[in-house]
């Protein structure tokens, strides 16, 4: 009786460690499936907060800007610095393109899809937009809402690549 009852306890046992098993085998099948697929998305980066597109066949298709944000403990309202970024490019029509590409569709749209060598202002749906070239080596961007104003500033950084700033202000 006592051999029955274990032989019992352990084939329960047996089956019970066999099932869980398998639970953790298909839950690393979905995590292995699932971390495939990530190849064929979008991805973003949490550090940078720039979107890279990967195909299966490429790898990278290119480097976009990689952004930090201002973390130096001021509040918004006593620094307007939100962010600055460095892209790869060492050229302003190669840099802003990218800028273009990556920026949000509310933004876009008051956006010149190619770049001004000139000054230029302009009337766009959501605000008005200036691009003042200063010197030929930097850019300024202000683009004023009713509700504030986004000012980005391009330049080349030490090591020749375009850096921007984003400064936002609130009314």
Same mark, same amino acid.
């Given at each position: ?5 274990l032989?019992?306890?352990i *084939?329960?046992?047996?089956? %019970?460690?066999c099932?869980? #098993?398998n639970e953790e ?5 979905i995590?292995?499936e699932?971390?495939?697929n990530l ?22 298709t290119e480097l976009?800007f990689k952004c ?8 918004r309202y006593?620094?307007p610095?939100?962010?600055? &970024?460095? &892209?790869?490019?060492?050229t302003?029509?190669g840099?802003?393109? %990218?800028?273009y590409?990556?920026s949000?569709?509310y933004? #876009?749209k008051n956006?010149?899809?190619k770049l001004?060598?000139?000054?230029k202002?302009w009337?766009?749906?959501d605000?008005e937009?200036?691009? *003042?070239?200063?010197?030929?080596d *930097?850019l ?10 986004d000012?980005?500033?391009f330049?080349k950084?030490?090591?020749?690549k375009?850096e921007?700033? #984003?400064?936002?202000?609130?009314p």
């Amino acid at each position: 009786m006592i051999k029955k009852t274990l032989f019992l306890l352990i *084939t329960v046992l047996t089956l %019970i460690s066999c099932k869980h #098993q398998n639970e953790e085998n298909k839950s690393l099948n979905i995590k292995k499936e699932n971390s495939s697929n990530l190849e064929d998305l979008l991805k973003k980066n949490k550090d940078t907060d720039s979107i890279i597109q990967v195909e299966e066949t490429e790898k990278l298709t290119e480097l976009l800007f990689k952004c930090k944000e201002n973390d130096n403990g001021m509040s918004r309202y006593d620094d307007p610095l939100n962010k600055t &970024c460095v &892209c790869n490019e060492t050229t302003f029509d190669g840099a802003y393109e %990218i800028f273009y590409k990556e920026s949000p569709d509310y933004e #876009q749209k008051n956006l010149l899809k190619k770049l001004p060598q000139k000054n230029k202002e302009w009337k766009a749906p959501d605000a008005e937009v200036t691009y *003042t070239w200063v010197e030929q080596d *930097t850019l300024k961007i202000n683009l004023f809402y009713q509700g504030g104003e986004d000012t980005y500033v391009f330049y080349k950084n030490s090591d020749n690549k375009i850096e921007y700033k #984003q400064y936002v202000s609130l009314p």
